[in-house]
């Protein structure tokens, strides 16, 4: 990137007029802990296009004031509304403040072309030019590859659980899922589909909303960021594993027929021999990280134990978290 930083933002940090071609929203997911990491990898760009990145923070982000002064070139954009959720102790209420970031931030975005990714995320160097690039073929949202970094087990394990389906070689095409970690969209395709992601994003929501108008998500294996989540810890890792499911199936079980819950809270306590296995043929199928995934598979099991649970609990209350059931 140029010495101001991406274009459209001057070097104080005040929004320039020119509008860029490409917006990055950063949502912080861990409090800011390792957002830096994702700042740098972004400034680092090689031939970027002019690209504003904008981080969408709360009070409950750490960090902020010494980030700004070391990237004067973001946009740090204040969503206040957020941070009561941030502050529940109860991940699955937190994460909803995560989604309102991720809203706050497409809507702020002025690009003709807007990515979503993640603080933990390091975008591959050419990831900027290669994504505006892509997006001269028609498709309303395309989705890339995400591969780990680092090597401790528990981190070969969370990057299988969220993140293995979009491991190299990735097949690319049209696709039923991509992964908010490594997104983007046609801002016309986004505006067309405002009511399913303006308050709240939701990547199933909005991604089968831009399928309802015709639009297509496609994959591309030259789009690469690579996870980074830092120390992890077991114990928080389990809670939000459940907390995850269970907002997942509470939701889903407001959605469904009775007859179709009934089946989703009978088959739930397969689910995680279902996960494990689903896991399993990937990584033999993708070949590249069999020794690690073997490393990792006590972890994996036990988190799809976890994940199972989570979604037995909520499919059967049909409560996306507990004692809140206006969520």
């Known amino acids: 990137m140029s010495d101001r930083g991406p274009a459209g933002v001057d070097a104080g940090g005040s929004v320039a007029q020119e509008r860029p071609s490409l917006s990055v929203v950063v949502a912080p997911t861990r409090g800011g802990v390792i957002l830096a990491g994702c700042l740098e990898a972004l400034a ?6 002019p690209t504003e990145v904008i981080v969408p923070v709360d009070a409950s982000v750490a960090g902020v004031e010494s980030l700004r002064r ?51 995320a390091r975008p591959d160097p050419d990831w900027c030019r290669r994504l505006l690039l892509a ?32 491991q190299n070689p990735l097949p690319e095409g049209p696709a039923r899922y991509v992964s908010d970690v490594n997104v983007s969209y046609k801002r016309s395709a986004l505006e067309a ?59 889903r079980a407001r959605e469904v027929p009775g007859p179709t819950r009934a089946m989703l809270v009978l088959g739930a306590p397969l689910l995680g021999g279902l996960l494990l296995l689903r896991q399993a043929r990937l ?17 994996l099991a036990l988190f799809d134990a976890v994940w199972g649970l989570g979604e037995l609990v909520g499919y ?12």
Do not use: K, M
């Open 193 to 251: 589909v405002a009511p399913a992601w303006r308050e709240i994003y939701h990547e199933t929501g909005l991604h089968d909303a831009l399928r309802t108008r015709g639009g297509t998500l496609w994959l591309r294996p030259d789009l690469v960021v690579y996870q980074d989540r830092g120390a992890a810890r077991l114990g928080p890792a389990l809670r939000e594993r459940f907390a995850w499911a269970r907002l997942y199936a509470g939701r």
């Open 316 to 327: 059967a209350t049909g409560w996306p978290t507990p004692r809140d059931r206006a969520c």
């Open 44 to 49: 680092g760009q090689r031939d970027a296009p």
């Open 70 to 120: 070391a990237h004067p070139e973001v946009r740090f954009l204040e969503v206040a509304d957020s941070a009561e959720l941030a502050a529940s102790p109860r991940p699955g209420i937190a994460h909803l403040a995560i989604d309102r970031r991720r809203a706050a931030g497409l809507a702020a975005a002025r690009g003709d072309v807007v990515a979503l990714t993640e603080e933990h």
């Open 283 to 299: 990584a033999l199928v993708r070949g590249r990280h069999r020794g690690a995934f073997l490393r990792a598979l006590p972890l």
């Open 135 to 166: 997006h001269r073929e028609p498709h309303a949202a395309i989705g890339g590859a995400i591969e780990n970094s680092g090597d401790r087990t528990l981190n070969w394990a969370l990057y299988f659980l969220d993140a293995g389906r979009y």
